[in-house]
């Protein structure tokens, strides 16, 4: 499995993540995503850590904290093995107004009940699901800082962000000496790209690590919808229509028209092929999928996979693919880039800099 650092930190991790919203699926909402019980989630995470994907994401609001539940279950015994990102700020309960937000009463609450969950004493990754505008960026960034002394908590993340947001944070973190947000959890992916018109430019500025969310589209890119083919009933777009802003039709079967014809000509799959043009793209770190079951073919999906940084060498023949691939997408607008990686900046490959492995 390939390593990148995380933004400026010198934290390596893999190039994919492995999701557990599908823990637990408690409520309406977080069913339709799935309802992993202890015993296959604790297979889920034994294929994943057997493959190299040792980053596991969760949320404190994923199923009102079952997901960390089960996650912290499934990692029994294997702690040292894995890396754990989580989150805290969402509304946990719908009683207590304290209970939502980024304020240090609420973010102690969370942490302490993240740790009991996930069976922890620490945290590696420390997310912040969203921006609140209503505590002082100066509150939010100092408690977190506590958090980093008292070794809680590893490095600092955020989601969902604005890019003033991101960098009025960043700008706080500088004056007062606290340490930093490095990598930003946000949605991004073929059928939407609006990331790149703020959020890249300021993370390829500012040095921080891309972790991306949902990078099929909200399953719409896992090749399981074309033309004539909707989504079936049993899927999470079906069931809850994907996430992120609507994509309009025509748009989005141009992108897999274009996904398909890169995928004939490669013998990979439609996902593979949208996952690694992702893990092109400058600032990405690493790809956050999930699935519900062993089953799921998203579960490996990079076993025969593309390179992602599309050199020679590595296999006969794929620098021709790569090239055919790239002309492909651009014949609908989806201009391919070479990546980042290696050239110093965010998202670049672990060992860069003269280190090896």
Same mark, same amino acid.
């Given at each position: 499995?390939?390593?990148?650092?995380?933004?400026?930190?010198?934290?390596?991790?893999?190039?994919?993540?492995?999701? =557990?919203?599908?823990?637990?699926?408690?409520?309406?909402?977080?069913?339709?995503?799935?309802? +992993?019980?202890? #015993?296959?989630? +604790?297979?889920?995470?034994?294929?994943?850590?057997?493959?190299?994907?040792?980053?596991?994401?969760?949320?404190? =609001?994923?199923?009102?904290?079952?997901?960390?539940?089960?996650?912290?279950?499934?990692?029994?015994?294997?702690?040292?093995?894995?890396?754990?990102?989580?989150?805290?700020?969402?509304?946990?309960?719908?009683?207590?107004?304290?209970?939502?937000?980024?304020?240090?009463?609420?973010?102690?609450?969370?942490?302490?009940?993240?740790?009991?969950?996930?069976? +922890?004493?620490?945290?590696?990754?420390?997310?912040?699901?969203?921006?609140?505008?209503?505590?002082?960026?100066?509150?939010?960034?100092? #408690?977190?800082? #506590?958090?980093?002394?008292?070794?809680?908590?590893?490095?600092?993340?955020?989601?969902?962000?604005?890019? &003033?947001?991101?960098?009025?944070?960043?700008?706080?973190?500088?004056?007062?000496? &606290?340490?930093?947000?490095?990598?930003?959890?946000?949605?991004?992916?073929?059928?939407?790209?609006?990331? %790149? &018109?703020?959020?890249?430019?300021?993370?390829?500025?500012?040095?921080?690590? =891309?972790?991306?969310?949902?990078?099929?589209?909200?399953?719409?890119?896992?090749?399981?919808?074309?033309?004539?083919?909707?989504?079936?009933?049993? #899927?999470?777009?079906?069931?809850?229509?994907?996430?992120?802003?609507?994509?309009?039709?025509?748009?989005?079967?141009?992108?897999?028209?274009?996904?398909?014809?890169?995928?004939?000509?490669?013998?990979?799959?439609?996902?593979?092929?949208?996952?690694? &043009?992702?893990?092109?793209?400058?600032?990405?770190?690493?790809?956050?999928?999930?699935?519900?079951? %062993?089953?799921?073919? $998203?579960?490996?999906?990079?076993?025969?996979?593309?390179?992602?940084?599309?050199?020679?060498?590595?296999? $006969?023949?794929? /620098?021709?693919?790569?090239?055919?691939?790239?002309?492909?997408?651009?014949?609908?607008?989806?201009?391919? +880039?070479?990546?980042?990686?290696?050239?110093?900046?965010?998202?670049?490959?672990?060992?860069?800099? /003269?280190?090896? %492995?």
């Amino acid at each position: 499995m390939e390593h990148r650092l995380l933004g400026g930190s010198g934290l390596k991790v893999p190039v994919l993540a492995f999701g =557990t919203a599908t823990f637990g699926g408690r409520g309406d909402f977080f069913s339709a995503w799935g309802s +992993t019980d202890v #015993t296959e989630a +604790t297979r889920l995470v034994d294929i994943c850590l057997d493959h190299g994907v040792t980053l596991f994401d969760t949320a404190d =609001t994923y199923s009102r904290g079952l997901s960390e539940e089960i996650l912290g279950h499934a990692l029994a015994g294997k702690r040292d093995r894995a890396l754990i990102s989580t989150k805290a700020t969402f509304r946990m309960d719908d009683t207590d107004p304290n209970n939502v937000g980024s304020s240090r009463f609420h973010l102690i609450r969370s942490i302490e009940g993240s740790l009991r969950r996930l069976q +922890t004493d620490y945290i590696d990754i420390y997310t912040m699901h969203g921006f609140d505008a209503q505590t002082p960026v100066e509150e939010v960034l100092s #408690t977190l800082e #506590t958090f980093v002394q008292s070794g809680k908590v590893r490095y600092l993340a955020c989601s969902n962000f604005s890019g &003033w947001h991101l960098m009025k944070s960043l700008a706080v973190s500088e004056r007062h000496g &606290w340490s930093r947000y490095v990598g930003h959890q946000a949605y991004y992916s073929l059928i939407c790209r609006d990331y %790149e &018109w703020e959020l890249m430019p300021l993370a390829l500025d500012q040095n921080v690590g =891309t972790l991306v969310w949902s990078p099929l589209g909200g399953g719409r890119l896992s090749g399981k919808i074309r033309r004539g083919q909707p989504a079936g009933s049993n #899927t999470r777009v079906g069931q809850i229509g994907g996430e992120g802003p609507e994509v309009p039709e025509d748009r989005l079967f141009r992108v897999i028209d274009a996904l398909d014809a890169v995928s004939a000509q490669t013998g990979k799959t439609v996902a593979q092929v949208a996952l690694n &043009w992702c893990l092109q793209r400058p600032t990405v770190s690493t790809l956050v999928f999930g699935a519900r079951s %062993e089953a799921q073919p $998203a579960l490996q999906p990079r076993r025969g996979r593309l390179e992602p940084d599309g050199r020679a060498g590595r296999h $006969a023949g794929h /620098g021709q693919r790569y090239a055919a691939r790239v002309s492909v997408l651009a014949s609908v607008g989806l201009r391919g +880039t070479q990546p980042a990686s290696g050239s110093g900046g965010v998202g670049r490959r672990a060992g860069d800099e /003269g280190f090896s %492995e």
